[in-house]
């Protein structure tokens, strides 16, 4: 136990310098001339959105960047969801912060839960939310839908971009319900949506942060989309579902 522990650490400490190396070194590139252009077009190909380079350039590979991006590959490698396993059971909480029920509660029967992990300030999040909409409206008779709100991908006091909706860090569960109130205030939900816990209980089991998909099928993960922005992939949720309906289909046929 004790020899895990050491390895853990050397391992975690490894790799946030080579992260720090990295920032660094292409903290520098950023003088390199047409690098804007380069990284506009790379950060296009990665998000599939044309984000304005401008309302990040000056955050790129800075110190708040840094902490965002280590403390989101920690959160995957540390992730307790693994697919085919066992789904986690957190804690989540209503938008009355009243209730606290667990995320396997809102499983029905053997019906697929698609949860879908994610907060206003990220661009791709608020991008993407019509798309996960749709296939809500598609396929809301054969599964179930879950948004859970966690903590915001881009803080006004964080990693924050410019010309984004500014939403500070939520210190407390009332200003982490009043996010996702905002959020609802400009996008009519089809589907449920909870908080995540202020100690981050389903964000961390998942490893939800920033934005993140999976399919829970009697208690099982069916489907664990990788990190986003670059891998938050509604297409991949919405196939599964097509294949999910045409199998169901088929054994109804050949039990009547």
Not at 82 to 92: C, H
Not at 201 to 207: H, I, L, R, T, V
Not at 218 to 232: D, L, M, R
């Amino acid at each position: 136990m004790m020899l895990h522990k050491v390895s853990t650490v050397f391992h975690n400490f490894a790799g946030t310098v080579l992260l720090l190396w990295a920032f660094i070194c292409l903290r520098i590139l950023r003088l390199v001339p047409y690098s804007k252009r380069v990284v506009g077009k790379m950060t296009k190909a990665i998000t599939t959105l044309d984000l304005p380079i401008d309302d990040y350039w000056g955050s790129l590979f800075s110190w708040n960047m840094f902490q965002s991006v280590r403390y989101t590959i920690l959160g995957d490698l540390q992730k307790s969801a693994r697919f085919g396993q066992r789904a986690p059971n957190p804690s989540v909480v209503t938008l009355d912060g009243a209730s606290h029920p667990h995320l396997l509660n809102f499983c029905r029967g053997n019906r697929p839960l698609v949860l879908n992990f994610g907060s206003w300030s990220c661009p791709v999040f608020r991008a993407r939310t019509q798309e996960f909409l749709e296939i809500v409206r598609q396929f809301k008779d054969i599964a179930d839908f879950l948004t859970v709100y966690i903590e915001e991908a881009h803080p006004s006091n964080g990693w924050a971009f410019e010309n984004n909706v500014v939403i500070p860090k939520h210190e407390t569960l009332e200003q982490r319900c009043q996010a996702v109130r905002l959020m609802l205030s400009s996008v009519k939900f089809d589907s449920p949506v909870v908080v995540d816990t202020m100690d981050d209980e389903a964000s961390k089991a998942f490893g939800g942060l920033p934005i993140r998909l999976y399919i829970i099928k009697n208690y099982k993960v069916e489907y664990a989309g990788a990190i986003g922005p670059t891998f938050y992939a509604p297409k991949e949720v919405e196939l599964w579902l097509k294949k999910h309906r045409a199998e169901s289909s088929r054994t109804g046929r050949q039990r009547a």
